[in-house]
């Protein structure tokens, strides 16, 4: 009996967009099962989000994940990875 798991390696990207081509490499990169984090601080603000659109759009397509990291960075990820928050001000209970 064949198993339905397929083991995918985790790589992360962290990718410094300068120029809306990068769009691109980041979606590719989502496609190939790897999580992406887009930093646009050297963009102007238009194109950040010409880019940002164009990547929230491809991984979408693909039943990805887009979270926002901060003011100029993003994370997407493959639909296979789960992304979740914690405030590192609340406690873990040690008992």
Do not use: W, Y
Request: some cysteine.
């Amino acid at each position: 009996m064949e198993s339905e798991f397929v083991f995918l390696p985790s790589q992360v990207l962290i990718l410094r967009c300068h120029q809306h081509a990068d769009a691109l490499t980041a979606a590719s990169a989502v496609k190939q099962h790897k999580s992406v984090v887009v930093d646009t601080e050297q963009m102007d603000a238009a194109a950040a989000q010409r880019l940002l659109d164009f990547v929230a759009g491809a991984v979408d397509a693909i039943d990805g994940n887009a979270e926002r990291l901060g003011e100029n960075s993003f994370l997407f990820t493959p639909h296979q990875v789960q992304v979740s928050r914690m405030d590192s001000a609340v406690e873990v209970d040690r008992q």
